[in-house]
Every structure is written in structure tokens, then in C-alpha cells.
């Protein structure tokens, strides 16, 4: 069983937290260790084992960072090269070069560095992988992503940074891992659309939202034969449409992408116990092309001048 520490319990981290415990009652987890300084956090954290207000004296084989992006790179260096494992959400840093640097560390000191690009985990995304290269969809055309959310925007937050890197990256892995010729962006820091460009002129189109009237979170990707849908919030059911008919098509795997990440690191993390070989998933390129793609992204957003 593993020893899991969450860094950071706000409404992200409370996610792990609850996850967590639900492995916990399996017999995977061990025992679930919150660090934060905010004794309000803290005393929220009542699925947790215990709770500390730092890191001293931490006993854990794997720590899960969901604090402020601006923290991850270093915070994730110092757990490096005091011996642990690390999940770290989405961004691994707010630089390439910050995220490479992390990557480095992990390579020195021989540890798992994971990075939360989540919906590579939703149950549909191999399915839909294996439609695309299997012929099903005939010449792939174009991918939509939205993600438009009722909650307001986070203080100082993107919403490139925080909802359409997950958009970019399931573009490129559907794309099987192809690097993107162009990145175009429209909007602000709270709505945006971003048109990520492919080889042979497949676009990608990013919508993403904070303060929707509603909520909406769906995948479309349109090929020359048929087209497929999936939400993002459905985790057992994909759409195939094809002359104008519609196809439901369920799987029996109705984890949501946080626990099937979460059972994916953990096994990574007892494999590397073992002298096992493992594999996180993304693997450190797609990792760092994401936060580089995001950096490009983020920088063609509209300059705001202080009025």
C-alpha cells in the first residue's frame, strides 16, 4: 500500500482528498497525509489521516502538489531531492525552462515525476485514439474541445492555463503525439478560443470559459466518414455519427479521469519499489510540450494596459 501526501487542499486538492480515501478503503492507499499552512484548510481535511502545516517529518512514498502553479517547479524540486515521488498538477511550471529543470531533477535523483494532464485518463480518450487510427473516422478534419464553466475566475487565473492546456494536450494526444505547425488565440484571460493547427490542415478548436451561463464539456472529432462525440463528464458512453445517424456506444469503465490517474501513478510509484520497469503517463516530452504550447498560447493573448 501506498503512503500519499496531498501539498495544497483547495477545491483541487479536496478532489484528491476524496479520491483518495475511496482507495484507500480498497486496500491501495495506505494512509492520506494534507499539508497546508491554513489551519481552515486543514480542519476541512477530515477524510485525511493526518494533517501538517509543512513538510516537516512527512512519511510518504508519493506527494501530490495542487498549490498555485507559480509553486509547482520548485516545490516539486525540493520534494525531489528530499527522496519522494511527485503528481504534480498541471503546470509542471510557468516556463518550459522551469519545467525542464523539474524534469532534470527527477533524472538526477531517480524519482517519478507525473504531471496532471488528466483527461488522458477520461475513459473514452483511447477509444476515441483507437477509432481515429483504426480508419473508423476516415481522414481526420478537425477536433473541438469545450470546456465552458459556470465558476467564476480563480484571482490572477488564466483560463488557457487552467482549462484549455487540457484541451491542447488531448489534441495532440489524439493526434498521436504530432507537434502542432501553428497557435492562434482569440479572446482574454477569462474566455478564450485557441486554434492549435496540424499537419496537413486538421485544426484543433480550443473554447474555454469562465462565468458561462452554463455548463459545457464535450470532445468532437470530425473525420472525412464519421464523427464522434464525448463529455467530458460522461465517462462510459462515446457518440458515433455517421450519415446523419447516431450511435451510443458504452464501455465498462465509468472511472473518472482523477481516479484512473491517481491508480496509474500509484502502480508507477510501487513498480519503481519493486525495480519494476514503469512508464507515467504523459511522459516528460508531452509533459514540457504542454506547458511550451501553453506559454506560446497564453503570450498571444491581447496585452491589458493599466487604464
Known amino acids: 500500500m501506498a503512503k500519499v501526501a496531498i501539498m495544497g487542499c483547495g477545491r483541487w486538492g479536496s478532489n484528491h482528498l476524496k479520491t483518495l480515501a475511496k482507495l484507500r478503503e480498497e486496500g491501495l492507499v495506505e494512509n492520506i497525509t494534507v499539508i497546508d499552512p491554513s489551519l481552515e484548510a486543514r480542519q476541512k481535511a477530515t477524510l485525511a489521516d493526518i494533517t501538517k502545516a509543512d513538510l516537516d517529518g512527512l512519511d510518504a512514498d508519493l506527494v501530490i502538489i495542487a498549490t498555485p502553479p507559480k509553486h509547482h517547479s520548485q516545490q516539486a524540486k525540493d520534494l525531489i531531492s528530499k527522496g519522494f515521488h511527485v503528481l504534480v498538477e498541471k503546470p509542471l511550471g510557468c516556463s518550459e525552462i522551469e519545467a525542464a529543470e523539474v524534469v532534470s531533477f527527477s533524472q538526477e535523483y531517480g524519482k517519478i515525476v507525473s504531471v496532471g494532464l488528466l483527461l488522458r485518463f477520461h475513459p473514452i480518450a483511447p477509444l476515441a485514439k483507437h477509432y481515429i487510427d483504426s480508419g473508423l473516422l476516415g481522414r481526420v478534419e478537425s477536433i473541438r474541445f469545450v470546456r465552458r464553466t459556470k465558476r467564476p475566475q480563480p484571482a490572477n487565473g488564466n483560463v488557457i492555463e487552467s482549462l484549455g492546456v487540457h484541451g491542447i494536450d488531448l ?27 496540424f499537419p496537413h490542415g486538421i485544426e484543433a478548436l480550443i473554447d474555454v470559459c469562465w462565468g458561462a451561463s452554463k455548463e459545457r464539456r464535450f470532445v468532437e472529432v470530425n ?3 464519421s464523427s464522434l462525440k464525448f463529455y467530458l463528464d460522461v465517462h462510459n458512453e462515446v457518440v458515433l455519427v455517421k450519415n446523419g445517424k447516431e450511435e451510443k456506444k458504452l464501455i465498462e469503465n465509468n472511472m473518472s479521469p482523477l481516479e484512473c490517474e491517481l491508480r496509474h501513478v500509484i502502480s508507477c ?8 520497469t514503469w512508464s507515467v503517463i504523459p511522459d516528460q516530452g508531452a509533459a514540457l510540450r504542454g506547458v511550451r504550447l501553453t ?4 503570450q498571444k493573448l491581447p496585452m491589458s494596459w493599466p487604464h
Open 171 to 197: 489534441a495532440c494526444y489524439l493526434m498521436s503525439e504530432t507537434e502542432p505547425t501553428c497557435i492562434n488565440v482569440q479572446g482574454d484571460r477569462m474566455e478564450a478560443e485557441i486554434a492549435v493547427e
Open 223 to 225: 473525420g472525412s466518414i
Open 269 to 276: 510509484v510501487k513498480a519503481h519499489q519493486k525495480g519494476a
Open 295 to 298: 506559454e506560446i498560447a497564453m
